[in-house]
């Protein structure tokens, strides 16, 4: 079982992007889908969760109003959807998925993790 997020890059401030969380092996429709983020010395950092019945949330408000998450299960691919970066959005960025379909904030009860895409946005 593999998940693999991409879409990372390099932006400037006020720029966006897409990222892209893709799995292998298993559907996930039918799974919870969170994404993640750490930077360098600092905790990770719950960004967005989709559930398999499309229930959202944003655990983070920082990223509220700029960050979506959406899933297109003809593709098998859970996407978070970046506007108007800032540098403080600079991190890795992981998603994770939960067999109980929920939405866990801080990681923790996650069942699989993907590796991560570098995401960095310059002043």
């Known amino acids: 079982v593999q998940l693999q997020a991409s879409g990372g890059g390099l932006v400037q401030a006020g720029g966006s992007l897409r990222l892209s969380c893709v799995a292998s092996?298993?559907?996930?429709?039918?799974?919870?889908i969170g994404w993640y983020r750490q930077a360098p010395g600092e905790p990770r950092e719950g960004v967005s969760c989709?559930?398999?019945?499309?229930?959202?949330?944003y655990p983070s408000n920082s990223v509220k109003g700029r960050f979506t998450v959406s899933r297109d299960s003809a593709k098998n691919t859970v996407y978070l959807q970046m506007h108007n970066l800032e540098p403080d959005d600079t991190a890795t960025y992981y998603c994770?998925?939960?067999?109980?379909?929920?939405?866990?904030?801080?990681?923790?009860?996650?069942?699989?993790w993907g590796k991560g895409t570098q995401v960095t946005v310059s002043s």
């Open positions: 994770a998925a939960a067999y109980d379909n929920s939405c866990h904030p801080n990681g923790y009860g996650m069942t699989y």
């Open positions: 092996e298993f559907t996930l429709n039918y799974w919870a």
């Open positions: 989709i559930t398999s019945n499309g229930g959202v949330s």
